[in-house]
């Protein structure tokens, strides 16, 4: 399975952005898709999750309200949107998407066997 991000940039706070995760390959072996973000010195961290069927999605406490994460599927391809509104400085970071193809901790970043390029976003006046 191969992952590609796009849709990072600069934005003002309160602003939106929508990122893009195009899943291409073996994708009907994909579980659920997820994704994280990770600013220097610091873990990656879990933003968001979906299912390959559209539901159940999850969101982290800290974007809950603010950002909802998507999925689509056009013949063998799916795409996974996280849109992300009313952002704040604190929501800088590389954001990655990721996928996994077992039933493991949803939450955790271990449990994602495919990850995209990252994608940078930045929150600032």
């Known amino acids: 399975v191969q992952l590609q991000a796009s849709g990072g940039g600069l934005v003002e706070p309160g602003g939106s952005l929508r990122l893009s995760c195009a899943a291409s390959?073996?994708?009907?072996?994909?579980?659920?898709y997820a994704w994280f973000r990770q600013t220097p010195g610091k873990d990656r961290e879990f933003v968001a999750a979906?299912?390959?069927?559209?539901?159940?999605?999850?969101?982290a406490d800290s974007v809950k309200g603010r950002f909802a994460i998507s999925v689509s599927r056009n013949n063998a391809e799916d795409t996974v949107s996280l849109q992300m509104d009313s952002l704040k400085p604190d929501d800088t970071a590389i954001y990655y998407c990721?996928?996994?193809?077992?039933?493991?901790?949803?939450?955790?970043?271990?449990?994602?066997?495919?990850w995209g390029q990252g994608t940078l976003v930045t929150v600032s006046s």
């Open positions: 390959g073996r994708t009907f072996d994909i579980f659920s």
């Open positions: 979906i299912l390959w069927r559209g539901s159940p999605r999850y969101h």
């Open positions: 990721a996928a996994r193809s077992r039933a493991t901790d949803l939450f955790s970043r271990n449990s994602y066997d495919y």
